[in-house]
């Protein structure tokens, strides 16, 4: 479901964020960029990161620092997560999200 959480990531430049499951943000690509790029991101302390897994492979293993949005599965994401979408809609860095 990296589609959902690339959802997150254009929505921070977006007016008003669609909610996932509607048409309008199923029309949404986000913008892939480079692992070099990326590594930038992270050594400038300049990204948030969010991995979209379930909770069971998150807490075997995630990057550091990454913020737990499990998506794997989901058309939405759960509602204790609501404060995590809120945080990742206000920052004004970039997000990177993975699911693998």
């Known amino acids: 479901m990296c589609l959902?959480?690339?959802l997150l990531a254009a929505a921070?430049?977006?007016q008003s964020a669609p909610r996932p499951g509607s048409?309008?943000?199923d029309a949404?690509?986000?913008?892939r960029i480079t692992q070099q790029a990326f590594k930038?991101?992270?050594?400038?302390n300049?990204?948030?990161?969010?991995?979209t897994r379930n909770l069971d492979a998150f807490s075997v293993s995630h990057m550091r620092g990454a913020l737990a949005l499990p998506l794997e599965g989901r058309l939405t994401w759960p509602d204790e997560y609501e404060k995590t979408v809120a945080?990742?809609?206000?920052t004004k860095k970039p997000v990177v999200t993975y699911c693998a």
Request: aromatic share 0%.
């Open 12 to 14: 921070a430049t977006a």
């Open 28 to 31: 949404i690509d986000a913008p």
């Open 87 to 90: 945080l990742l809609l206000k």
């Open 4 to 6: 959902l959480a690339a």
């Open 40 to 44: 930038k991101l992270v050594a400038a």
């Open 46 to 51: 300049n990204v948030v990161v969010v991995d």
């Open 23 to 25: 048409a309008q943000a």
